[in-house]
């Protein structure tokens, strides 16, 4: 991907500014809402960064904006635990499709492979034959010397 740079420090900019807007906005008027931008930073980090990765910075980034609500500053942690879920979901679907994609690609390398190997064979047979025609050329034009001489 030739914005991966881009693509991570607009994702890590959303992190934060969904902790950031967590932090700072009344929680009675707009509850956990910037809280769910976590969802689009895992997006954006699994199109650039290996699953586990994605996992583990999720994680952590969830676990600053709990560190609020144990600290006191977000006081609805049951709807916390379950926006948590929602969006550990989302990482776990992104893992089982990596996974798939894995799977489709290694099974297209393996077919890959195979039309490899058979072009490699079938350019054999061609070298051979293209001898075997050269030879034949060559007998051919020693039987017209003899002949017209």
Do not use: R
Request: proline content about 2%; hydrophobic content about 55%; aromatic content about 10%.
């Amino acid at each position: 991907m030739p914005n991966k740079k881009m693509v991570l420090v607009f994702s890590f900019f959303i992190m934060a500014a969904g902790a950031a807007l967590s932090f700072f906005l009344p929680e009675k008027n707009h509850y956990h809402i910037p809280f769910h931008l976590f969802i689009f930073a895992a997006v954006m980090l699994s199109f650039v960064l290996a699953a586990k990765d994605v996992m583990i910075i999720m994680l952590l980034a969830c676990g600053v904006v709990w560190g609020m609500g144990f600290g006191g500053i977000l006081a609805k942690t049951s709807q916390l635990m379950a926006e948590t879920g929602v969006i550990i979901a989302v990482i776990a679907m992104l893992v089982l499709y990596d996974a798939d994609f894995k799977t489709e690609k290694n099974s297209l390398d393996s077919v890959i492979s195979y039309k490899k190997k058979e072009m490699e064979a079938l350019e054999e047979e061609l070298k051979k034959l293209s001898k075997e025609n050269h030879d034949i050329l060559e007998e051919i034009k020693n039987k017209k010397k003899i002949f017209v001489s």
